[in-house]
């Protein structure tokens, strides 16, 4: 029994269908009836206001003979018994061979409850067939726009059946009392889960309507049996349809389902609604929730269709060698074990580069070591040699900085002093030359490693920033060295100058020419 079936019961015990339709928006039968009565008239009002069709608006017209259609709807009691007053008129005037032909429209409204929205379904073959008549490209959006707002719809089924529901879509008996509000009804349905997945979908295949289809392959899937065949065949169908959406390159549904696919072997493929809703798609469904669930997405898919193309039968999609999805495990294991083993390499060359970025950063200061070591040497060098000069010429070492000397010595630490700002800059270049080299191997290695693990391998920087302390520090003392050692000489040198000054008798004493030529 259904609910409409009870209503028809109620004027008639014997019926015949002559036409039945529904799809998510209306209902529409007819009926012929063997005999009318309205001895339950009672009962037919209660059935018309029982609110079993809940939010639906119900037409129910009687038609006897050639006279006027008597219709009847939710009502109060004083219109229905003036409806009932015209039907028993009509009853009254009835000819033997007058036909009786009962019409019901039902149009349905979605309502809202609390995280899905319901829909009522009053037969379910009908409802079925009506899915089974639409071509695939209708088909596979299979929500009306307005009923597509994102939500799971829970489908409450006037008449006994089985439950059966996917993570989007339950289909449960509401009959012969309506749960209003689906209060035992669940979903899993996560809004954000299903964002990346699409996401995922998108970033490496292109699906030609994924502006005006949100659905996943799990929409499809019941977690138990339904017994309604062209439900579960329609089902099927959608299932394979995402299910190749998913895992291919490239799909679009002109017509039939176009998909192609990159592997080791190019396929491309056309598929009708028959082959699809025909198809074995268990080893499409493994191989779809190990792609989607864990590890890096990208290898995973790549691989997936790399080692589908060479596992088909007859060259179809659809068609899988069986355990396919082990030989994707094993692929993976030893992809990874591949992987392992470049991390590792990976990881040893940015030890060395640490390792070799510590060294270039004591070459960085070093260079200005030796430039000041070398100048200060000079001067050093040339003023020791003017002392033993001096000492071994003179034999004294009154005045051996004279003016001259002094002069010299000045102009050479005006040139270390130049030296100092000079390596100064270069120091800094070398700074800046060292800086960029390690943030450009750093970037390059971004593509390579999770931006994390390779901060935790850097050790967030530290030891580069150590470094980089450690050059501002040997440059600070070395210019302070240089600057101080050069102060110190000109101090000496000058006080050698001012309080040891050449005496008279140091001094050569000059020729007169005109007195010589005299004696001559």
């Known amino acids: 029994m259904t609910f409409v079936t009870d209503g028809i019961g ?79 008129d009509a009853i009254s005037q009835k000819e033997p061979d007058d036909a009786v032909v009962l019409s019901i ?74 749960d ?26 292109h699906f030609a309507s994924a502006a005006l289809m949100d659905y996943l392959p799990e929409d499809f899937i019941f977690d138990g049996e339904c017994t309604n065949d062209e439900v579960s065949s329609i089902f099927n169908g959608l299932l394979a349809f995402y299910l190749l959406v998913f895992l291919c390159d490239f799909s679009a549904v002109p017509n039939k389902l176009t998909v192609r696919m990159k592997g080791y072997k190019l396929l491309s493929q056309e598929l009708d609604l028959s ?3 025909d198809a074995k798609v268990d080893e499409l469904r493994e191989i779809y929730d190990w792609v989607y669930t864990d590890g890096n997405y990208t290898d995973k898919i790549g691989l997936a269709r790399n080692l589908i193309s060479i596992h088909l039968q007859n060259d179809s999609l659809l068609t899988l060698d069986e355990g396919t999805i082990h030989s994707l495990e094993s692929g993976y294991d030893i992809y990874l074990k591949d992987n392992v083993k470049q991390y590792i390499e990976i990881k040893n060359k940015l030890s060395e580069f640490i390792q070799s970025s510590s060294d270039k950063a004591n070459a960085v200061t070093q260079n200005m070591f030796t430039s000041m070591k070398n100048s200060l040497w000079g001067f050093v060098s040339f003023f020791l ?62 593509d390579l490693l999770d931006k994390n693990d390779l901060n935790r391998i850097l050790q967030d920087d530290k030891v580069h920033n150590d470094d980089l302390a450690h050059v501002d520090s040997k440059k600070k003392l070395y210019r302070n060295a240089w600057l101080g050692i050069t102060l110190v000489m000109a101090l000496v040198v000058t006080s050698l100058w001012h309080f040891n000054p050449s005496t008279p008798e140091e001094q050569p004493a000059p020729q007169n020419t005109s007195t010589s030529a005299k004696g001559n």
Not at 14 to 34: D, I, M, P
Not at 182 to 187: A, D, E, N, P
Not at 398 to 406: A, E, M, Q, S, Y
């Open 385 to 446: 040699s003017v002392i033993f000069l001096r000492v071994i010429t003179k034999g004294t070492f009154n005045g051996i900085v004279t003016t001259d000397i002094l002069i010299i010595s000045y102009g050479i630490l005006s040139i270390s002093l130049v030296l100092l700002w000079v390596s100064h800059k270069e120091t800094n270049a070398d700074k800046e030359r060292f800086k960029q080299s390690y943030i450009s191997l750093k970037d390059r290695y971004k």
């Open 180 to 205: 209003q509000g689906g209060s035992s009804v669940t979903f899993d349905f996560d809004k954000t889960a299903r964002s990346e997945k699409v996401d995922k979908r998108d970033k490496c295949g």
């Open 275 to 277: 082959e699809l809703q």
């Open 10 to 88: 109620l004027l008639s015990p014997s019926y015949g269908k002559q036409e039945v339709s529904e799809n998510f928006k209306r209902f529409s039968a007819k009926y012929a009836l063997g005999s009318l009565s309205t001895e339950r008239s009672s009962e037919f009002y209660d059935w018309l206001n029982a609110g079993c069709h809940g939010q639906d608006s119900l037409s129910y017209e009687v038609k006897v003979g050639l006279a006027s259609s008597v219709s009847f709807s939710p009502s109060n009691r004083a219109m229905f018994d003036e409806k009932l007053e015209l039907l028993n």
């Open 105 to 178: 429209v039902v149009r349905k409204k979605r309502i809202l409850s609390e995280g899905f929205s319901e829909v009522n379904v009053y037969s379910l073959d009908d409802f079925g067939v009506h899915l089974s008549n639409q071509k695939l490209s209708e088909l596979v959006s299979f929500l009306p726009d307005d009923f597509n707002d994102g939500l799971p719809i829970l489908f409450n089924v006037l008449h006994q059946t089985n439950e059966c529901k996917t993570s989007r879509f339950s289909f449960r008996t509401s009959y012969p009392t309506v």
